[in-house]
């Protein structure tokens, strides 16, 4: 279930990180606690010990107070309002980092495409979620003041600062999971919470790839980060690995797609090999077809075809494996950063009504 809470209006005159953190600490106890027990389960049956697991904690946390305290700030009113321990939110934040102590097990088949019409319209994206299907069973779009006085929407998971989004300088991010063999290796922050710097603080792509730059990193991940600025329409999907960041900018009226695999040469060459994952499938077939589909205009018509019958990128369960690899595509995202809005459905947007398709204002 998808639920929806604009914390601009919520704290409106009483802005502080950690009152932001408590806020939706409060409100949203229930599913929090869910999600850290849900959690607690996925570790324990993918065999990340619970010492593993508290190092990683340990060392994030240390590493945040330098290069974000206040997102720091913020996950301790989480754990506050929420009535949970804050190790317990860090691990939230950091579960890409948690899963990179273990080795691959196809977690995360995403799928996102990004076109920059030739006409020089908006551009248009479109992503799956694709995640566990015993997980995550709620859902939430955030809406959230900054200090800066911009706004951001994302979807996330409950309890996690951010993931996809739009802000209202009108620059947007898409987020899939990749794998490096440097993976685990080294000290960093939570690619997830690079995300969420970017939504809060990056207005352009090259702001957006510089902050990415910046960080220090123990696991992988794709940010697509999607501007329409003064230079005009701009995307570049940035893949992140402790081992270093490329950033593969599109062309214009060329379908930009990223799946679970690396795509830079460089980085490519110490892939984390992952046998279970459709990646290089789902890739083909969106770089085959994405420029017929990221040529339609209207939003839902977009998503739905992208995630046609036809057009594998629509993940389902194979129930023949563990639960905790049985992927399902979770929600379908659209990003609009001309009007800065999400496009939002939960699972597949082929199998959706009109009704079911919602807009989230940034």
């Known amino acids: 279930m998808f639920y929806q809470y604009d914390q601009v209006e919520a704290v409106s005159g009483n802005f502080s990180h950690h009152q932001l953190g408590r806020d939706l600490g409060e409100r949203f106890s229930r599913q929090i606690s869910d999600n850290i027990a849900d959690y607690e389960r996925f570790l324990t049956a993918r065999a990340i010990s619970a010492e593993t697991r508290q190092e990683v904690i340990d060392r994030i946390r240390g590493n945040l107070r330098t290069w974000?305290?206040?997102m720091l700030e913020e996950m301790q009113g989480i754990a506050a309002g929420a009535g949970c321990q804050l190790e317990d939110i860090?691990?939230?934040n950091s579960r890409t980092e948690l899963l990179a102590a273990a080795p691959p097990a196809g977690e995360g088949e995403c799928s996102t495409a990004v076109l920059l019409p030739q006409d020089g319209s908006a551009p248009r994206t479109v992503q799956t979620w694709d995640w566990i299907e015993d997980l995550n069973k709620d859902m939430l779009i955030r809406r959230y003041p900054t200090p800066s006085g911009r706004t951001v929407t994302t979807f996330a998971e409950f309890g996690q600062l951010a993931k996809i989004g739009v802000n209202s300088e009108g620059l947007g991010n898409h987020?899939?999971?990749?794998?490096h063999q440097t993976?685990?290796?080294g000290s960093g922050v939570p690619v997830h919470l690079v995300a969420k710097r970017i939504l809060d603080e990056a207005s352009t792509v090259e702001e957006a790839v510089a902050i990415a730059e910046a960080a220090n990193l123990e696991a992988s991940t794709v940010i697509t980060v999607v501007a329409d600025g003064q230079a005009?329409?701009?995307a570049a999907c940035v893949e992140l690995s402790p081992q270093g960041t490329a950033a593969l900018h599109?062309?214009?009226?060329r379908p930009l797609v990223h799946t679970n695999h690396f795509v830079d040469p460089q980085l490519a060459a110490g892939e984390q090999p992952n046998t279970l994952s459709t990646t290089h499938d789902r890739y083909q077939c969106a770089a085959d077809h994405g420029e017929v589909v990221m040529s339609i205009a209207d939003d839902l018509e977009r998503a739905?075809?992208?995630t046609a019958t036809d057009f594998p990128v629509d993940v389902k369960p194979d129930l023949s494996k563990p639960w905790f690899q049985q992927i399902r595509t979770k929600a379908t995202v659209v990003v609009d950063v001309v009007n800065s809005q999400l496009h939002c459905c939960p699972g597949s947007a082929s199998r959706i009504s009109e009704e079911e398709w919602i807009t989230y204002p940034a």
């Open 250 to 253: 599109a062309e214009v009226g």
């Open 232 to 234: 005009g329409p701009q």
């Open 68 to 70: 974000a305290p206040h």
């Open 175 to 179: 987020f899939n999971i990749l794998n």
């Open 183 to 185: 993976d685990g290796q």
């Open 304 to 306: 739905r075809q992208f």
């Open 90 to 92: 860090i691990a939230l």
